[in-house]
C-alpha cells in the first residue's frame, strides 16, 4: 500500500451497489456514474461522499468534477477525454486530488504534467466491461509504467482476477482496479471479500 492508496480499488455504478459493497472492509472506492440525469447524478454523489465518510472509505467520482467541487467531494478521476474540458486549477485549488487515465506514452506525459494523485493504466488483460481500441497493455507495459512514474503511484485495471494479482503487483502496481468481476459474480459481496483478502496477501 502506498500512504492512503489502497491495494484494492473498488469501482462501481451505482450508489446502491457502493453502499452493498463498501461496509465489509472497502477503503477506495470509485462511484463511475453513465447515463443519469445531472439531479440524480449529484444524488448518488452526495449519497456516496456521506456513506464513504461513514465507513472510512475514500470516494473517488468518476468524470463528474464540477459536482465533486459543489458537494465537497475529495477526489476526482478523469479519462483523458475529460481532462479537456476539466478546471483542474480549480480541483487544485480546492485540494481535490486527481487520478488520471493513461494508455500510452503520450497520454502518461499529459498526466505526469499535471501532478496526478496516481496514474491508471488499462487494459491490463481483456476486458468485457467496454469495446477498447487499445490492446491490452501487459504486464511488461505495467513495469515500464512504474519506472516512468518515479514516486506516482500506479494503477492497474482491466481484466483483473483474484488469481492474476500476484503478477500485477510484482510488476509495479501499487493498486488494482477491479469492476467487472465483482459486478458479474453470482455473489458480488462475497467476490468483494474475496478480493480484499487477496490483495492483502500479495500487495507489498
Excluded at 487544485?92 to 506514452?105: E, F, P
Excluded at 499529459?110 to 466491461?129: C, E, F, K, M, Q
Aim: proline share 6%.
Amino acid at each position: 500500500m502506498t500512504g492512503w492508496l489502497d491495494p484494492f480499488y473498488l469501482i462501481v455504478g451505482h450508489v446502491g451497489r457502493l453502499e452493498l459493497l463498501v461496509p465489509p472492509g472497502v477503503r477506495l472506492v470509485q462511484l463511475r456514474i453513465k447515463g443519469e440525469s445531472t439531479a440524480e447524478t449529484r444524488r448518488q454523489i452526495a449519497r456516496a461522499r456521506d456513506f464513504c465518510a461513514v465507513h472510512g472509505a475514500q470516494l473517488v467520482v468518476n468524470d463528474y468534477w464540477e459536482a465533486a467541487l459543489d458537494l465537497r467531494c475529495s477526489f476526482v478521476h478523469l479519462g483523458q477525454e475529460d481532462m479537456e474540458g476539466a478546471d483542474l486549477a480549480a480541483l487544485r485549488r480546492a485540494g481535490v486530488r486527481l487520478g488520471l487515465s493513461t494508455h500510452d506514452a503520450a497520454e502518461l506525459e499529459r498526466a505526469l504534467s499535471h501532478d496526478p494523485a496516481y496514474v491508471a493504466l488499462g487494459p491490463i488483460y481483456p476486458t468485457r466491461l467496454k469495446k477498447m481500441k487499445w490492446a491490452p497493455q501487459g504486464l511488461q507495459r505495467l513495469s515500464d509504467w512504474k519506472c516512468r512514474l518515479g514516486r506516482t503511484p500506479l494503477v492497474a485495471i482491466g481484466g483483473l482476477t483474484p488469481d492474476r494479482l500476484p503478477g500485477v503487483f510484482a510488476a509495479g502496481a501499487d493498486s488494482a482496479a477491479v469492476v467487472t468481476d465483482i459486478q458479474t459474480a453470482a455473489d458480488p459481496e462475497a467476490r468483494c471479500r474475496a478480493w480484499i483478502a487477496a490483495t492483502r496477501a500479495v500487495a507489498p
